[in-house]
């Protein structure tokens, strides 16, 4: 990607810059659709107010919701949406609409494969468009969605120019980096392009609630450094900065983050890459190995350098599943569904290191 900035939600990266292909069969769909009405100022009109009972009225519409490339008005309810930010569907599908197209992450099935989505998704499956930025145009017209998200991504302004011919789309928000939006950011983009602000506040109140009920119950952790890090083949090591999905879970948990780790990864990316001789830079009071494979943990426990680190003497490192359970890929996701089964999963975990 052009900015540097990678999607590290799922623990692994997304190395090559997204293309945009656009087939005959799209282009002529493209015509025969009628475009989204776009602007390139940055203003924000306010949606009607809720009704009493906290549920949104019909009247929310028309919205304007600002983003990376201006801003897009929202006319009418949108009954057809298709997902292309790597876990905006959890959003979507926890504010009651099931996005009728999503990107898929790795071959993962964004679709009923996580515990918290499984409810959410029943026996509906969304069509997969496309693979992490690479988005599938033809199959993104054939759903002729009224409304085309994209939060949690990296969509490139030639890829918004062309799906705004034939859609609304939403972009990823425009004061944070790809893929460095506070999940509270864009969970009210999203509540806001659906016309469900209220029901979007009440979803973030109750997932901040979560958190303070753990930091009132743990005050130990905010007197704790905290590094979340990863290792895909040996010798190489990742750190995660302020700004990913994994670092932001524990910083709400109420643990301190590391700032040297922000300091090391490049300008717009979310990870810092470490070699062995920098690993001590994880030195610190609590660090989380968000892994793959037991074959993983082995060979980072076994690596000369990490066995120095009082982390490790000490035994205050934990090696968290990716999947199964799925532990790693819930506060990797982050989002209004992945949250409380997160902090289930990991709290006792937690709590056991001395």
Known sequence: MSTGARPTAL???????????????????????????????????????????????????????????????????????????????????????????SVDWFKEQPYGKWPWTKDKWGSVKPVIVGERDEYNIEKIVQLKPDLVIAQYSGMKKEQYDTLSKFTKVVAQPKEHPDYGAPWQVMTRQIGKALGKDAETEKLIADIGTRFKAVRDKHPEFATKTLAVADSFEAGKYSAFTRTDPKAIFFSELGFKLKPEIDGLAKPGWNVAELSAEKLNILDVDRLVWVTSSTDANDRIKAEPLYKKLKVNQEKRDLFVPYQDPDIGAAFSFNTVLSIPYAIDEIEPLLAAVK
């Open 11 to 101: 623990v692994r990266f997304a190395r090559s810059a997204p293309r945009v292909a656009v087939l005959a069969v799209a282009a002529l769909a493209l015509a025969a659709c009628g475009g989204g009405t776009e602007k390139t100022g940055s203003s924000s009109s306010p949606s009607a107010p809720a009704s009493a009972d906290g549920a949104d009225k019909p009247a929310a519409f028309p919205v304007t919701v600002a983003h990376k490339y201006g801003s897009t008005t929202i006319d009418k309810e949108p009954k057809t949406i298709v997902t292309l930010g790597l876990s905006d569907q959890d959003a979507v599908l926890a504010l009651g609409v099931k996005p009728a197209g």
